[in-house]
């Protein structure tokens, strides 16, 4: 059971910031397993399982991340990550960062949590665009119902060439995205060292589950050229 991360998670993130190379991390590697990695994987599998048994979602994995970078990416970075992270997402034969994914993720200077596309296709997007403006009350009614709280809120890069008007303003900031977030972010803080860490996340994926059914629905749309 999850019972929180302390503080020397904290120092181990920003042991590793600072001191990016094998011998440091080989020296601290027993730290990173106790105090990072096993609470990390452990705080995972009990959101999932308390998720999957509220809400059933149908191929959903879990996954937790590796602290290893890939040695054929580092552009100049250390070998190893400052930061954790573990996702709820959908297998597929593309890249994760092309399909919506749950997440949360732990750095040295806070946490976040959310749903989202780290990078979706333009053919996703596409078909977004082209979805809402065949039925935009459908997702009206999202865009209002994350209007009406103050837990996540909405990020992305927009176009630098605007892609069209929505048929509805309250659909404007969603419409020329290249791809989004709905993010939750914040500073180290008790939540962060308790159990209670595990009911605030399963409440945020509830709430964000109708965006994630919707998002996921859209690879079996039609190519809009098609």
């Not at 959908?90 to 750095?107: I, Q, T």
């Not at 596409?126 to 209007?147: G, V, Y």
């Not at 837990?151 to 989004?180: C, H, M, V």
């Amino acid at each position: 059971m999850f019972q929180g991360f302390s503080d020397a998670t904290i120092d181990f993130m920003w042991g590793i910031r600072f001191n990016n190379e094998r011998t440091w991390f080989q020296a601290h590697k027993e730290e990173y397993l106790t105090h990072f990695y096993q609470p990390m994987k452990e705080l995972s599998l009990e959101v999932f399982d308390a998720f999957q048994a509220r809400h059933a979602v149908p191929g959903l994995c879990c996954k937790v991340s590796r602290i290893y970078r890939d040695a054929r990416r580092l552009h100049g970075r250390g070998p190893y990550k400052d930061h954790l992270w573990w996702s709820m997402e959908r297998p597929g034969e593309e890249s994760f960062s092309a399909r919506p994914v749950f997440w949360f993720e732990l750095e040295p200077e806070g946490w976040s949590t959310g749903l989202g596309y780290y990078s979706a296709t333009p053919a996703t997007m596409a078909r977004f665009r082209a979805r809402l403006d065949r039925d935009p009350k459908t997702f009206a009614a999202l865009a209002r119902k994350l209007e009406k709280q103050d837990r996540f809120t909405l990020q992305g890069e927009d176009y630098k060439r605007p892609k069209g008007t929505p048929a509805l303003p309250i659909l404007e900031p969603w419409y020329n995205k290249r791809s989004f977030s709905l993010i939750h972010e914040e500073q180290h803080g008790p939540i962060l060292r308790s159990h209670e860490l595990v009911d605030e996340l399963l409440e945020g994926f509830s709430f964000l589950l109708p965006f994630y059914e919707y998002f996921v629905s859209l690879d079996g749309d039609p190519a809009p050229n098609a």
